[in-house]
């Protein structure tokens, strides 16, 4: 399943920028999101001489990227069965970072990170929602098992409210940032997708991700869905730390 396609620092570097700019059209405080996580991460390996932190549904690897930053005695796994997107990871993330590309899933998704021991800390951002309810549930599991104790998952991601109200509240909070933000006219996820497989170097990587079935969306399981399922996977203490619009910072403590 490993993509051996490998693309310069400079272009990917170019790319991943896009990238950023691009996804912020739908997280305007994205950046604030990447620091909170950082910030509990941070608190969680506070005492541990070489933490060690998984990325699930790393992408282009922006948070691990942040994070191994603010980090540097941490050492991170990123996972994704993106090609194009791992491959502007490869190319721009720090050494502490390594990937592991499998598909999330794949019940056997774990089998191929090679940790030394316990996990420290799971991380996740806008990833988790394209995963079935009963994918998402069985990966909590699993990583619940890897975690050592007092361990946590952090995950940034759209969590669907299901009270229709303030469903659409959320929205209109979430359009007003966007607007002071300035990002109402930053290029879009399709457009961006287009741009890639317009460019040479990309494209293959493009068509690589087609023939994988990638996939671009999924269910959205509900903020209560996943405060449900983290529960029944072990994690003793589950809340959010911070919010705007829809977008959350669901932790877990194992």
Same mark, same amino acid.
């Not at 909170?36 to 506070?46: P, T």
């Given at each position: 399943?490993?993509?051996?396609?490998?693309?310069?620092?400079?272009?990917?570097?170019?790319?991943?920028?896009?990238?950023?700019?691009?996804?912020?059209?739908?997280?305007?405080? #994205?950046?604030?999101?990447?620091? %909170?996580? *950082? @910030?509990?991460? $941070?608190?969680?390996?506070? &005492?541990? !001489?070489?933490? =060690?932190?998984?990325?699930?549904?790393?992408?282009?690897?922006?948070?691990?990227?942040?994070?191994?930053?603010?980090?540097?005695?941490?050492?991170?796994?990123?996972?994704?069965?993106?090609?194009?997107?791992?491959?502007?990871?490869?190319?721009?993330?720090?050494?502490?970072?390594?990937?592991?590309?499998?598909?999330?899933?794949?019940?056997?998704?774990?089998?191929?990170?090679?940790?030394?021991?316990?996990?420290?800390?799971?991380?996740?951002?806008?990833?988790?929602?394209?995963?079935?309810?009963?994918?998402?549930?069985?990966?909590?599991?699993?990583?619940?098992?890897?975690? #050592?104790?007092?361990?946590?998952? %952090?995950? *940034? @991601?759209?969590? $669907?409210?299901?009270?229709? &109200?303030? !469903?659409?509240? =959320?929205?209109?909070?979430?359009?007003?940032?966007?607007?002071?933000?300035?990002?109402?006219?930053?290029?879009?996820?399709?457009?961006?997708?287009?741009?890639?497989?317009?460019?040479?170097?990309?494209?293959?990587?493009?068509?690589?991700?087609?023939?994988?079935?990638?996939?671009?969306?999924?269910?959205?399981?509900?903020?209560?869905?996943?405060?449900?399922?983290?529960?029944?996977?072990?994690?003793?203490?589950?809340?959010?730390?911070?919010?705007?619009?829809?977008?959350?910072?669901?932790?877990?403590?194992?």
């Amino acid at each position: 399943m490993t993509s051996t396609q490998s693309i310069s620092p400079e272009l990917a570097a170019h790319w991943l920028a896009r990238w950023d700019t691009q996804q912020e059209l739908y997280i305007a405080d #994205r950046e604030e999101r990447f620091t %909170v996580i *950082g @910030d509990v991460v $941070a608190h969680v390996v506070a &005492d541990r !001489a070489a933490p =060690q932190v998984l990325d699930l549904g790393c992408g282009p690897a922006s948070l691990s990227t942040r994070l191994a930053r603010r980090l540097p005695s941490a050492r991170f796994v990123g996972v994704d069965n993106d090609p194009l997107l791992l491959a502007l990871a490869r190319a721009t993330a720090p050494e502490s970072v390594r990937f592991a590309e499998t598909n999330l899933a794949d019940p056997s998704w774990s089998n191929s990170l090679g940790l030394d021991g316990e996990l420290d800390a799971a991380v996740s951002t806008t990833a988790l929602h394209w995963l079935a309810e009963p994918d998402l549930s069985r990966l909590y599991r699993d990583v619940a098992n890897l975690l #050592r104790p007092g361990g946590v998952l %952090v995950n *940034g @991601d759209h969590m $669907a409210e299901s009270q229709p &109200d303030i !469903a659409r509240i =959320q929205q209109v909070v979430k359009d007003g940032r966007a607007a002071r933000r300035g990002v109402q006219d930053n290029e879009d996820w399709a457009a961006w997708w287009v741009a890639a497989e317009a460019d040479e170097v990309l494209a293959p990587l493009v068509a690589q991700r087609r023939s994988r079935g990638v996939r671009d969306h999924g269910t959205g399981v509900g903020l209560r869905g996943h405060v449900e399922l983290l529960r029944q996977a072990g994690f003793r203490e589950v809340a959010t730390v911070w919010q705007s619009g829809d977008d959350h910072v669901l932790v877990a403590v194992r």
